[in-house]
Every structure is written in structure tokens, then in C-alpha cells.
């Protein structure tokens, strides 16, 4: 069983900054890659980005220069730095993981971690 867990969301004026955390924990034998996607009152859900195993990322056209993806230094946890916040980033933000444990390959969600951004 992999849970991931997001924590890191709030309420931050338009401008400011956040950082969001993912941890992954269960049973894992590798991670092939972590990502965070986004979701927005009425739109769908969206890729914000990802990070691979072999260190590439890529970001969503939106955040590209804006957020940065990376890697901690603790075992299975991934960083979303957010910063220049705007008021259209306000979403739900989730963490999503591709993880090869006992049952095979697979692709989990977390429960997501609210970030709204006030103008």
C-alpha cells in the first residue's frame, strides 16, 4: 500500500510565495517519477509538474518560471515552490507519484492541499 501525503497549502496574497510538500510511504521500490497537478473550481485538472528519476522536470506552460520542482533531501518527498503567486493559481494542488512496489507499477494520488491566492 503507497499513501502520499501533501501539506504546505493556505491563503497567501497575490505575489507571495508557498511551498507545498509530497511524501510518498508504503511499500516502494523505486519512484520512476513525482508530480504535482492542480485543479480549479470548474476547470479540469491540470499538470503543474513533474519530476523524473533521472532529474528532469518538466512544467505546465502556465507556472513555467514561476514554480519550481524538486527534490528533498529526505527519503521520498518532493518540493513545489511557488512563487509570484496570482490569484488564477488558486486550486486544489495534488500530488501524484508512478511507483514500483510488491504489486507492480503503479500511479497514486494524494488527497490534494488547498492554495488560494487573494488579489
Known amino acids: 500500500q503507497v499513501q502520499l501525503v501533501e501539506s504546505g497549502g493556505g491563503l497567501v496574497q497575490a505575489g507571495g510565495s508557498l511551498r507545498l510538500s509530497c511524501v510518498a510511504s508504503?511499500?516502494?521500490?523505486?519512484?520512476?517519477?513525482m508530480a504535482w497537478y492542480r485543479q480549479a473550481p470548474g476547470k479540469q485538472r491540470e499538470l503543474v509538474a513533474v519530476?523524473?528519476?533521472?532529474?528532469?522536470?518538466n512544467y505546465g506552460d502556465s507556472v513555467k518560471g514561476r514554480f519550481t520542482i524538486s527534490r528533498a533531501n529526505v527519503k521520498n518527498t518532493v518540493y513545489l515552490q511557488l512563487n509570484s503567486l496570482k490569484a488564477e493559481d488558486t486550486a486544489v494542488y495534488y500530488c501524484?507519484?508512478?511507483?514500483?512496489?510488491?504489486?507492480?507499477?503503479?500511479?497514486?494520488w494524494g488527497q490534494g492541499t488547498q492554495v488560494t491566492v487573494s488579489s
Open positions: 501524484n507519484a508512478d511507483i514500483t512496489g510488491p504489486p507492480g507499477r503503479g500511479n497514486y
Open positions: 508504503g511499500s516502494i521500490f523505486s519512484i520512476n517519477a
Open positions: 519530476l523524473t528519476s533521472g532529474g528532469s522536470t
